[in-house]
């Protein structure tokens, strides 16, 4: 039987990763629900398809875009540049980084 190694987390870092989760998903959620091109593009008649014309973005779903980016960008530099990551080296380093990424997934003691 092996034992997984886990890190004990600062509440700050646990936050930021947090953050950074919410802020993934919000992107996701706004790209979803975006036409697929950011451009308007014209239909275009394949060998065997046909691809339909796409509509393209307009400038509120392109702003909208720019500073969701901005956050996702912003928590993800919080995770990555936070302290705790200078206190783990190589292969720690790694698994630990791993296990952020799942903190909400992780059984709860208590």
Do not use: C, I, Y
């Amino acid at each position: 039987m092996s034992t997984k190694k886990t890190f004990d987390f600062p509440d700050d870092l646990a936050a930021a990763q947090r953050t950074l989760a919410t802020a993934r998903a919000a992107r996701s959620a706004f790209l979803a629900s975006v036409p697929e091109w950011t451009e308007p593009e014209p239909e275009m008649v394949l060998k065997h398809d046909t691809v339909p014309s796409g509509e393209g973005w307009s400038e509120e779903q392109k702003a909208e875009n720019r500073r969701l980016l901005a956050a996702e960008q912003h928590a993800a530099q919080a995770v990555w540049a936070h302290p705790f990551w200078e206190t783990l080296h190589g292969e720690d380093q790694e698994l630990a980084r791993a296990q952020l990424q799942h903190l909400d997934d992780r059984p709860r003691a208590g």
